[in-house]
């Protein structure tokens, strides 16, 4: 059999052809014309993609390089700052805060779960200056409700700043970056803007811009403030990633053109794709007898699957990649060969995610030796789209004004 290749990774993710076409296309030299129109056509965009009136900064770095612009711009030596972590991405945050000299608070929940509110809320003292969170784990697929921390944010009198790694919560979760007053939210390339890795991006609130004034870290290439300054022109610091930010212009056209040109609407159908991918996948993969690993707060990004006991994770992702070409990702540090990981965020779709099942399908049954039928996994995930999407020209709320749709209903 042929084995066409086919990422379902959080991270890289498939690459949209368009984009690559724009890609391949982009010799511009960074100071002219071309490429400020391009640049300030890209930065508009992501605005409306990340749905917030402040500035959106883009970077030539991978996403921990927005991480790190965060703290280094916002917390001087010795500030004290809350760190929320749930997996590899929030350690992350830990060890970023260590590095520029800040004295750091701990919530944490065990992998494959969120936070206790109530805790979060001891945790924040009237120095806390600044907290930092993901959006959605990727290491477990937790899925955090930024929402609620804000909110609890909100309720004190010192307002700490709220910084959020959303590199995969970003067109995988709705935020109201503005109402909610999320002071940074992160975002990355090789995410749910279906092109490469190379590109991060967040958006930065009054209230962070007037922090950084007074903060005392060191920065130089991530000096936030340089880039803003430069960015109302159309041109960036340093020399940018030309060819990955006309992909991303690309990208943010093709998501805009899913609902008839309109980028926030298009953004929309892409959280809700990924949310159908999901549940799909979820249903589907109970149904073969894995477990999962984020059952009480699983994302849209990614679902995490535990193995039966006495398996390993490992030989799924492989015995995928060797059988079908499918690459799928296995658990990052302890979670290794314990997990193994889907992503949803992104370019993928209906038809992608019942090729994985039905691969899935005969790994559970030819290298897992599991007691499963043909069909199994396939008929639950089925059931979830229909009732996910229950038509052809039908968005899934209509106008009937009832919890549950009527349409749906009568389908
Ligand atoms: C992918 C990812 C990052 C960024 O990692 P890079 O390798 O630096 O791009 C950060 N946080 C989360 C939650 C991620 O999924």
Redesign the pocket.
């Known amino acids: 059999m042929f084995r066409k290749t086919r990422l379902y990774t959080?991270?890289p993710t498939p690459l949209l052809p368009a984009a690559q076409f724009a890609m391949a296309a982009a010799d511009m030299h960074h100071r002219t014309a071309e490429f400020r129109a391009l640049y300030s056509k890209v930065l508009a965009q992501l605005k409306l993609f990340v749905g917030t009136q402040n500035d959106v900064i883009l970077l030539s770095?991978?996403?921990?390089?927005a991480?790190e612009a965060a703290v280094s711009n916002l917390t001087s030596p010795g500030d004290r700052i809350l760190v929320l972590s749930a997996g590899k991405?929030g350690e992350?945050w830990v060890a970023l805060a260590k590095a520029f000299g800040c004295q750091i608070d701990l919530v944490s929940a065990p992998y494959g779960q969120t936070f206790d509110l109530a805790q979060v809320s001891a945790a924040i003292h009237p120095d806390t200056r600044a907290v930092f969170m993901?959006?959605?784990?990727?290491?477990t697929a937790v899925r955090h409700c930024v929402q609620a921390v804000a909110e609890t944010l909100s309720a004190t009198d010192t307002k700490p700043l709220l910084v959020v790694?959303a590199?995969?919560?970003l067109g995988t979760t709705h935020f109201d970056v503005d109402a909610w007053g999320i002071d940074v939210l992160?975002g990355?390339s090789?995410?749910a803007v279906m092109i490469p890795?190379g590109l991060?991006y967040l958006s930065v609130s009054e209230r962070a811009w007037a922090a950084m004034e007074t903060s005392k870290n060191p920065r130089y290439y991530f000096d936030l403030r340089k880039e803003r300054k430069v960015a109302g022109k159309g041109e960036s610091a340093y020399t940018p990633a030309v060819a990955l930010i006309a992909g991303l212009g690309a990208a943010l056209d093709y998501i805009a053109g899913q609902a008839g040109g309109d980028l926030v609407e298009g953004r929309k159908l892409l959280i809700e794709n990924a949310e159908t991918c999901a549940a799909m996948t979820r249903a589907g993969l109970q149904k073969l007898g894995f477990t999962l690993f984020a059952p009480t707060a699983p994302s849209a990004?990614a679902t995490a699957v535990a193995v039966p006991e006495g398996l390993d994770s490992g030989a799924v992702v492989k015995a995928l990649k060797a059988r079908f070409g499918a690459v799928i990702a296995n658990g990052q540090g302890e979670m290794q060969g314990r997990i193994f990981r889907i992503a949803h965020l992104g370019f993928f779709d209906y038809m992608d995610t019942i090729a994985l099942l039905g691969a899935l399908e005969f790994i559970a049954r030819d290298s897992l030796n599991l007691p499963i039928q043909f069909g199994q996994a396939l008929a639950a995930a089925q059931q979830v789209f229909a009732e996910r999407v229950p038509g052809e020209g039908l968005t899934r709320h209509c106008l009937c004004g009832r919890d549950t749709c009527c349409r749906s209903k009568s389908q």
Not at 61 to 65: D, I, M, N, R, V
Not at 134 to 139: C, D, G, I, L
């Open positions: 959080p991270g770095s991978s996403g921990t390089g991480m991405f992350r993901q959006a959605t784990e990727t290491s790694d590199i995969t919560g992160i990355g090789q995410k890795p991060a990004a």
